[in-house]
């Protein structure tokens, strides 16, 4: 199975900055790796596709790069509301696997 | 609009069946590229995906749960299931059901039912 190890675990963060989420994958997934956001008692919802393609609806401010086994959610500009846990997920072999999140907190 | 929601029992026993029930509307599964998986999520912990079925019946599993998970469709109905068999404590999770499309993003989630296994 490929292992998605997602870092940091929590970050901490001010409203305004720019902040990175890493996910590394322990073999390569090509970019067939999507980025959720989930946050309190709500369903995951899909913000990135296939490592840097955007999705409709989805605030400008989220962005992915990435190939290979090297990927980033960036967030330029944090809003409150982005106070959440975001998960990457793998479709490139199965089982299709999520890594553990990072959890966004308030600093 | 694409909608999906769970139902499920809600509570059930150690070695008992779980049967899950996954309603949609806004697509049909027997549009070209279509897929419903099934995810769940213990409480506090990360997601865990079980199994997707495509718009040609084709169905893939995770293999971790070995031979217990059946995934099936009604496409007349809008609607996707799976079953569990053998359920202990582990699997008490939230389940969720998600509109795949292509490949592997699930781009349209269900609200989750929670499941408790418990004696």
């Known amino acids: 199975d490929v292992v998605l190890t997602q870092s940091p675990a929590t970050l901490s963060v001010t409203p305004g900055e720019r902040i990175s989420l890493s996910c590394r994958a322990s073999e390569s997934v090509d970019t067939y790796l999507h980025w959720y956001q989930q946050k309190p008692n709500e369903s995951p919802r899909l913000l990135i596709k296939?490592?840097?393609q955007s999705i409709s609806g989805i605030p400008s401010r989220f962005s992915g790069s990435g190939s290979g086994t090297d990927f980033t959610l960036s967030i330029n500009g944090v809003e409150l509301e982005d106070l959440s846990i975001y998960y990457c997920q793998q479709g490139n072999s199965l089982p299709y696997t999520f890594g553990a999140g990072t959890k966004l907190e308030l600093k | 609009q694409v909608t999906l929601k769970e139902s499920g029992p809600g509570i059930l026993q150690p070695s008992q069946t779980l049967s899950l029930t996954c309603t949609f509307s806004g697509f049909s599964l027997s549009t070209y590229g279509m897929g419903v998986g099934w995810i769940r999520q213990p409480s506090g912990k990360g997601l865990e995906w079980l199994a997707n079925?495509?718009?040609?019946?084709?169905?893939y599993y995770n293999p971790s749960l070995k031979n217990r998970l059946t995934i099936s469709k009604d496409t007349s109905n809008n609607q996707a299931f799976l079953k569990i068999t053998n359920v202990d404590t582990a699997d008490t999770a939230t389940y969720y059901c998600?509109?795949?499309?292509?490949?592997?993003?699930?781009?349209?989630w269900g609200q989750g039912v929670m499941v408790t296994v418990s004696s």
């Open positions: 998600a509109r795949t499309v292509a490949t592997s993003e699930n781009d349209y």
């Open positions: 296939y490592a840097s």
């Open positions: 079925i495509w718009w040609d019946d084709d169905k």
